[in-house]
Structure formats: structure tokens, C-alpha cells
């Protein structure tokens, strides 16, 4: 395979964790343009892939008005920043690798997806636990039949609850109308996971959730609203910003409360101390739920749960239900249990002889996500993870169906619901 070339719009976290390929596999992948408005993170990514001075842009629009100068074009941008760079890239001819979710509403990932098939170009959302070995043998096992067809799955999403602190009361996933509502933003891998294992279109969704914890009514009295302006409840605040940004040295939190790939010290406690990461998670304007359940129903009348909170150190773990058999898995600790009804034995899986080299993030997602995405806009052979716009886009509106379930207090019927939206 020829080296495929690639622009790269956002160069946060998102957007460095997927251009990084290039840093062991150059022979396969070169960073051609970056931009970013950002000084900081600009120049940090300048000098990591060795782009040139002329191909660094503070603005995606100044790289879409050039002439065509690579393959794809990775974006990741904020959820509510992917719809104008989406359409205006797929127009000039560019193959997209697409930072989940796609975009705010429905009608957004509609249009994305309809310009993408008009135009012939392939694009590919970030659904990274696709990727990951643990979710491949997964699927693997239901394709082999070894629990027959599935009934029914249990799944959950344990966000962690710094991780929620840091995401969703304090960073830039808190407020619904600036991003995406938190089933999109966390969870749209969940949702698209789901129906990759099942296998079958979603028909209906009914979800309850709310934001019943991170709210002013349980902030502590005396409380400042900033933590280290001097808060009575430092010792026992399990959010207090010290604790995680200043105290904990290996804290991914920290780099971004800096906006600094490697912040010093001094650094990090400049940020917090009356900026957005060291506000009191009682005292933010925060809206996006902490917990969430959703029920859905796909073809056929299997049926799933899902559950996503707050309320735990975080993680993911699933029951899948069949026939002739059930599978327990937990990601985070790398086990894969199947008991078969015929046996009556359980089968636990090596983790250690399927799971390959995972390196990078989500569980090695990050990472396998980069080496299917060159095969497919390469036209080479992929596996069974990749999926086509349409698949993601459809994935996207069974959760927005459900976040409309959520809110009216109704069972939304997902075909309905995408032919009204």
C-alpha cells in the first residue's frame, strides 16, 4: 500500500491521538496540513509530524479554499464544529476519518451522509471500540454461532466519576446547546456497538436519565466557586482541582485544563485557579445528564439495555444473551467469559494471546481504527468493523431517537422519528 496523505482540522486530543499513527507508521501515513486556532496546539502538532510553515493554517476554511492536497482529512473538531468542514472537504473530493459524534441534529448527519454518497467519497466516524480486539473477538464469537442468536443484551457505560467531573460539569461537553446531548457525546459508540453485535436495525428506543448529582444544591456550605479560592470542603471533595490536576502527575485531565501537551506545575495550577477546571462541580453551568437508561427494541424482537453513569471508577462491561449460550465481557479488565448451554462449561478467553499490541487509546480503538480507515479509502480489504456513512448516520439516529425519548417521556419509533427530523 502506497503512503495515503492526510490534513488534520483539530489538533486537541482527539485529533492527536489519531494523526500520532504517522509516529510509528510513517512508511503508511503522512501529515500533509494542519489547523488549528489554537498558538499552543498549532505548533505542538507543526513540529510533531514535521509539517511545513506553509501548510499550517488557524483556520480550516483557508486549507478547503486550496486546490486538493491529500487523501483525507481527519477532523475533530467540537461535535458542534463538524458539519461545515464536513460538507465543505467531502465537496473538494476528500475521503473523511470523522471525530464522533458527526453532528448536533439529525438533519446535519443526514446532509453529511448525503453529500458523501453524491460525491462518491468515503467517510469514516470515529466508533473506535469497533476497533479494539476485545470488541472484534466479541463479535466474533456471535458470528461463529457459539451462543446461537441473540435474545436480549445488557450493557453498560461507566463514564467514572472524574472523568465526568472533567468532560461533563467542568470541560467542553457540560451544556447540551454547545456540544451534543451527553448520549451522543459518551455514548454513540455504545449505541453503534450495539448494533454491530446484534447485527439488526433498531425499530424502537424509550430512555429515562437526568442530572441529579453535579447541580448547586449539593455544593458544600462555604463553598467558593472556585476551589482554590479557599474551600472549606477541600479535604474530603473528591473533585477538588488540586487533587486532580495539580496533585495527580499522571492525570490526562491536566494537559487539558493547561492546554499544554506537557504542563509544568506552575502551569497547571495558573489554569485552575480561576479557570474553567477549577470551578466547583456544584457551581458550573452544566445541563447534560449524569445518568441515563436506554431500551431498545431491533428486528426480529431482540431487545438491549443500556445504562450510562457517573457513578463509578469507569469502564465498560456487557451480557449478551443467545440461544445456545451467554457472554459476559468487561473491557476494563480484559475478560471474556462464555458459557455454553450444551456443555454446561464456561470458556474463558486469553486476553493476552487475542489482544495483540494495544497501544493507544481506547483500548488499542485509536489505533485500529487508523489502520482500517488507509485500507478502506485505499480501496484494500478491511475487516467486518469498518461501516459506511450510512450504517454510522442510521446508528446516530437511534440515539437521538432515544434522546427524544428522554425528553418527551414517550417510546419513539426510529423510522418515524428520522422521517419527521
Avoid at 499544554?260 to 470551578?279: F, L, N, Q, S
Wanted: glycine share 8%.
Amino acid at each position: 500500500m502506497k503512503q495515503s496523505t492526510a490534513i488534520v482540522i483539530g489538533c486537541g486530543q482527539r485529533g492527536t491521538a489519531y494523526a500520532d499513527y504517522v509516529i510509528e507508521n510513517g512508511d503508511k501515513l503522512k501529515i500533509t496540513a494542519i489547523a488549528d486556532p489554537h498558538d499552543g496546539r498549532r505548533e505542538y502538532a507543526k513540529n510533531r509530524y514535521n509539517v511545513e510553515d506553509a501548510n499550517v493554517f488557524k483556520d480550516w476554511r483557508e486549507i478547503a479554499a486550496l486546490p486538493k492536497m491529500a487523501d483525507f482529512v481527519i477532523i475533530a473538531t467540537q461535535d458542534n464544529m463538524h458539519y461545515e468542514p464536513a460538507l465543505a472537504f467531502i465537496e473538494k473530493g476528500y475521503d473523511l476519518l470523522l471525530e464522533k459524534p458527526m453532528a448536533p441534529t439529525v438533519r446535519e448527519c443526514r446532509e453529511i451522509t448525503e453529500a458523501a454518497e453524491k460525491k462518491g467519497v468515503k467517510v469514516v466516524v470515529c466508533h473506535v471500540l469497533r476497533f479494539t480486539n476485545f470488541w472484534r473477538k466479541l463479535k466474533d464469537i456471535i458470528k461463529n454461532g457459539d451462543i446461537g442468536d441473540i435474545v436480549t443484551v445488557v450493557h453498560m457505560e461507566n463514564v467514572g466519576n472524574t472523568h465526568q467531573s472533567h468532560s461533563y460539569v467542568r470541560g467542553n461537553w457540560r451544556k447540551t446547546a454547545e456540544s451534543t446531548p451527553m448520549l451522543l457525546a459518551k455514548s454513540c459508540h455504545d449505541i453503534d456497538i450495539l448494533q454491530w453485535l446484534i447485527g439488526k436495525e433498531c425499530r424502537r428506543a424509550q430512555s429515562f436519565g437526568s442530572l441529579v448529582y453535579f447541580v448547586p444544591k449539593n455544593r458544600p456550605a462555604g463553598a467558593p466557586d472556585y476551589c482554590m479560592d479557599g474551600c472549606p470542603a477541600a479535604e474530603e471533595c473528591f473533585y477538588h482541582a488540586k487533587k486532580l490536576y495539580y496533585d495527580d502527575k499522571q492525570s490526562w485531565f491536566r494537559a487539558i485544563a493547561a492546554e499544554k501537551a506537557d504542563p509544568t506545575d506552575d502551569e497547571v495550577m495558573a489554569a485552575i485557579k480561576h479557570g474553567p477546571y477549577g470551578r466547583c462541580v456544584f457551581a458550573c453551568d452544566n445541563d447534560v445528564v449524569d445518568h441515563q437508561v436506554v431500551n431498545l427494541e431491533y428486528e426480529d424482537g431482540v431487545t438491549a439495555s443500556f445504562t450510562m453513569n457517573a457513578f463509578n471508577e469507569g469502564g465498560r462491561y456487557i451480557r449478551i444473551f443467545g440461544t445456545k449460550g451467554e457472554i459476559y465481557g468487561d473491557m476494563e479488565h480484559e475478560t471474556i467469559d462464555l458459557f455454553s448451554f450444551g456443555t454446561r462449561k464456561h470458556t474463558i478467553f486469553d486476553l493476552e494471546k487475542i489482544k495483540g499490541d494495544i497501544t493507544g487509546g481506547h483500548g488499542g480503538g485509536d489505533t485500529g481504527i487508523m489502520e482500517d480507515a488507509l485500507n478502506y479509502f485505499a480501496g484494500e480489504q478491511t475487516t467486518d468493523s469498518i461501516c459506511d456513512v450510512r450504517t454510522s448516520y442510521l446508528n446516530h439516529v437511534t440515539a437521538f431517537a432515544a434522546e427524544e425519548s428522554r425528553l418527551q417521556g414517550n417510546v419513539a419509533d426510529v423510522a418515524e422519528f428520522e422521517k419527521n427530523n
